[in-house]
T-cell receptor, first 112, second 112 residues
Framework: SQTIHQWPATLVQPVGSPLSLECTVE??????LYWYRQAAGRGLQLLFY??????ISSEVPQNLSASRPQDRQFILSSKKLLLSDSGFYLC???????????FGEGSRLTVL | DAKTTQPPSMDCAEGRAANLPCNHS???????VYWYRQIHSQGPQYIIH???NNETNEMASLIITEDRKSSTLILPHATLRDTAVYYC?????????????FGSGTQLTVLP
């Protein structure tokens, strides 16, 4: 069966510090991968998606970046965090077509 | 994306059916209706999707009106664990899961 893991689950970072959130999928190959963010009391916002290794599409311009160094690994990064980067970050995967998204457990980031 | 309208909140007694409505009057002929739910502090979970025929799975039933301008998600015997935000989504490009835009949804509270 397929599983998705992301870490860390929670982190508190000072403004201006770097960020790295990691997501891995097991039990499938060549999945579509996604990073979403949910600010407090808000809906989910799609940040990045990837259809293959090294292929990243950005939905919203910001100081975040994403990379896919391996088929089932998706990393969300920032060189310098802003207060507005605080939120609940979710990684998800899907098969190539219309099928549903499968979400990870989420990473709650607080920037102070 | 076709715009969807959902009530912001609903209550349901435990053991009773929960009927969650969604209006999508601008839906086009080839656009699917998706339902997800998000339990507090977790990632969204796929529930069901449909095009024009009613659909049923182990979690819920989806009733789509004949003109496809609205639909109802039915949880036949709601439990306390069904308390969550329920999202009705009509992606504009039904061949791409990246078009799943999560709005505000309906907060369903199942009461003991």
């Amino acid at each position: 069966s397929q599983t998705i893991h992301q870490w860390p689950a929670t982190l508190v970072q000072p403004v201006g510090s770097p960020l790295s959130l990691e997501c891995t999928v097991e039990g499938t190959s060549n999945p579509n991968l996604y990073w979403y963010r949910q600010a407090a009391g808000r809906g989910l916002q799609l940040l990045f998606y990837s259809v293959g290794i090294g292929q990243i599409s950005s939905e919203v311009p910001q100081n975040l970046s994403a990379s896919r160094p391996q088929d089932r690994q998706f990393i969300l990064s920032s060189k310098k965090l802003l207060l507005s980067d605080s939120g609940f970050y979710l990684c998800a995967w899907s098969w190539g077509g219309i099928e549903e998204l499968f979400f990870g457990e989420g990473s709650r980031l607080t920037v102070l | 994306d076709a715009k969807t309208t959902q009530p912001p909140s609903m209550d349901c007694a435990e053991g009773r059916a929960a009927n969650l409505p969604c209006n999508h009057s601008t839906i086009s002929g080839n656009e699917y209706v998706y339902w997800y739910r998000q339990i507090h502090s977790q990632g969204p979970q796929y529930i069901i999707h449909g095009l024009k025929n009613n659909e049923t799975n182990e979690m819920a039933s989806l009733i789509i009106t004949e003109d496809r301008k609205s639909s109802t998600l039915i949880l036949p015997h709601a439990t306390l664990r069904d308390t969550a935000v329920y999202y009705c989504i009509v992606p504009s490009d039904s061949g791409s899961a990246r078009q799943l835009t999560f709005g505000s949804g309906t907060q369903l509270t199942v009461l003991p």
